[in-house]
């Protein structure tokens, strides 16, 4: 029963007390908000409405009331849709502090029906379930990435030979012993999970039977979807715990800026039917409210308003806290910072750096949305990391053979500089990655001149047009052997690339073992053999690489040293020295010239010295070296040896080289 007056505005959601659960919810506009409660067999049993009104928070106590509740909320007040506003008590709603669900959404056209046509949609919605205790808070753990690894629970997990059973597609599937020693031969030692939070299908996926594979549209931000722990949030908890103690970092890709109930003719799902102008950014065209699409999903998040900033560091902090993960990489973040252009020092980018829990995380951007100005690399400050498209584009345009980028390659290489050398920010504020999730595979990215989605029902209109990518000569999958070691070859110098850049890699799951998705460049609806990893037919000659890769990186601090390259002598040491393949300098006239493909680049400091070469020409290349003994270190090309001789080294065609002073030279 509800208790008169009894309930508390401190903590918003489900709070369990020695007296029952209090409930609490944010709404400026709602005029009645009622929790409904469930039973297990998806029956409302009760509707209590919530009596204490402050500070724009309902809240009730109700009594007798323990764990593993089942409820849902309904509220009540002005239905005006041209107004922002759609109050209906017929839609139930998901409280936006869930922390468990009882089932995945499924879209229905009974959650979009306008009032007057309503029907009760609570057997539709799937119902937060009260969590108890999780454990003991613990703090981040703050250790500088190596290696970012980008994975998908379901992709990765779904064909794993030794994940069995109801284990597969779930994060318990990744507690396998077989899947963390894979991750630790690679070097990975911060994995990034793509989203967890419980989303739904976009609307027009049902009628072509396909299914959100990402999960980058999500309805409740603190519950983890069901299909990826069925059994409730403590299976992110062991999982991180476990991590923790290989020497994992756990990191999660979160989508705070926009929700899954898409446009004002979407499904009512939780924070639209509560209080859909508080939550949401709106614009006023003659005289009616229109959503904001800066996202491109229909709706935008309004984080410059405090019931939505405490929304998002309220739901980070459980992440953090509760659930044992080390940090984040916030999708489309320029919306964190959007009043109603991008600013730097907005107040939802100033609490997450400010926040004594939050700021001690591994944070990364991804500095970009599709919105007006939406495109600010550079501009996130030390605090966060930022993923670096820049990088992507330009040395996939050299390896690709574009003229006029050997300039550009060394720029990207070097840490892109002109990006982040201010603000006492560092080379490994820039994470560099070569494919993620929304593009080619690597693979992919040398087999497929342009993308072929026409499985996603869309025909071939979606995903990125411009890959900057390669098919060595066939489009799509061939039997030509001469092809396929090509292809191999030059993935394997994209890697290398990668690898001896200053930045922190990124690599996505599956490239380090020559994964395809049959030229799909926007795979975001395949759940499917599509995105699933096909580990029996991995090649494992690649994954010694990448391991060996990794590990050469690791050994050589000239490598990774984390400092930007000027070229400047400093205590008689140059750190960087950019050579022609001549054997001389590189001159202004060799930057410009027409044709550059051959580079190096000598590394030095007071404990080490490396020279990388990159020869992207489909010939071998004699380069001459600096003085003094060289050793070969680690080259991309295993089909043939670079060749050391009378002061020069022959390099193999389309390949990197790394070259190492032997120890007493240094």
Request: net charge negative.
């Amino acid at each position: 029963m509800l208790v008169p007056n009894g309930g508390s505005i401190a903590h918003l959601g489900a709070t369990i007390t020695e007296q029952g659960i209090n409930f609490a919810v944010y709404s400026e506009t709602a005029t009645n908000i009622w929790v409904s409660i469930y039973d297990e067999q998806d029956q409302e049993t009760d509707r209590f409405e919530l009596d204490v009104h402050q500070d724009n928070i309902r809240a009730g106590l109700v009594s007798g009331l323990t764990a593993g509740t089942r409820y849902g909320l309904r509220a009540d007040g002005e239905y005006n849709p041209d107004q922002g506003l759609f109050f209906d008590p017929m839609k139930l709603l998901v409280d936006p502090y869930a922390k468990r669900l009882d089932r995945t959404f499924v879209r229905s056209p009974r959650l979009r029906l306008d009032r007057a046509e309503a029907v009760d949609t609570g057997p539709l919605i799937p119902k937060a379930i009260v969590v108890g205790d999780t454990g003991e808070a613990i703090m981040p753990r703050k250790k500088a990435p190596g290696m970012f690894y980008e994975m998908n629970v379901r992709g990765f997990t779904m064909r794993h030979p030794s994940v069995q059973g109801p284990l597969r597609g779930t994060i318990a599937g990744l507690t396998t012993q077989r899947v963390i020693d894979h991750l630790k031969y690679i070097g990975v030692d911060t994995l990034q999970l793509m989203p967890t939070a419980a989303w739904i299908d976009e609307g027009h996926l049902p009628e072509l039977g396909l299914t959100n594979a990402w999960g980058y549209n999500p309805v409740a931000y603190s519950a983890i979807d069901p299909r990826l722990a069925p059994r409730g949030p403590h299976e992110l908890r062991h999982m991180t715990d476990l991590y923790r103690k290989n020497g994992i970092s756990v990191i999660l890709d979160v989508v705070y800026n926009h929700t899954g109930e898409s446009d004002a003719n979407g499904p009512m799902l939780s924070l639209m039917g509560l209080d859909a102008k508080t939550y949401y950014r709106f614009v006023e065209v003659d005289g009616k409210q229109h959503l904001v699409n800066d996202t491109g999903t229909g709706n935008t998040l309004r984080c410059d308003h405090p019931a939505t900033q405490r929304l998002i560091i309220d739901s980070l902090r459980y992440w953090v806290e509760e659930m044992g993960v080390s940090g984040f990489r916030f999708d489309l973040a320029t919306v964190l910072a959007r009043d109603p252009g991008f600013n730097p020092n907005a107040e939802m980018l100033e609490k997450i750096k400010a926040d004594p829990v939050l700021s001690q995380c591994i944070l990364v951007a991804e500095p970009w949305d599709p919105g007006p100005g939406g495109y600010a690399l550079g501009q996130f400050g030390k605090e966060f990391k930022e993923h670096n498209d820049t990088y992507r584009d330009e040395v996939r345009e050299f390896w690709r053979g574009e003229d006029g980028k050997i300039g550009a390659l060394a720029g990207k290489v070097a840490g892109s500089a002109e990006i982040f050398d201010s603000a006492g920010r560092k080379p490994s504020h820039g994470v560099n990655m070569l494919a993620v999730h929304d593009g080619f595979t690597l693979r992919d990215l040398v087999s497929y001149t342009d993308k072929h989605n026409e499985a996603n029902g869309e025909e071939n209109r979606d995903g990125h047009s411009h890959n900057a990518s390669w098919n060595c000569g066939v489009e799509g999958e061939t039997e030509d052997e001469a092809i396929n070691i090509a292809r191999k070859r030059d993935v394997r110098a994209l890697l290398a690339t990668l690898f001896l850049s200053r930045g922190v890699p990124l690599l996505q799951q599956g490239d380090e073992m020559y994964r395809t998705q049959q030229g799909n460049n926007n795979a975001y609806a395949q759940d499917n053999e599509i995105t699933w990893l096909d580990w029996e037919n991995g090649d494992g000659e690649l994954v010694d690489f990448v391991a060996a890769m990794n590990k050469f990186r690791k050994e050589h601090p000239a490598l990774t040293h984390d400092h930007f390259l000027t070229g400047q002598e400093k205590s008689g040491v140059r750190d960087v020295v950019w050579l022609h393949p001549d054997g001389r300098e590189m001159s202004e006239e060799d930057w410009q010239a027409s044709g550059g493909s051959v580079l190096g680049m000598q590394l030095r400091n007071k404990e080490d010295e490396v020279l990388v070469w990159f020869n992207r020409r489909s010939e071998p290349v004699v380069a001459r070296l600096p003085e003094g003994e060289w050793a070969v270190g680690i080259e991309s090309d295993n089909t043939a040896q670079s060749a050391l001789a009378d002061g020069t080294v022959t390099l193999t065609p389309r390949s990197v080289l790394a070259l190492v002073r032997p120890a007493a030279e240094t």
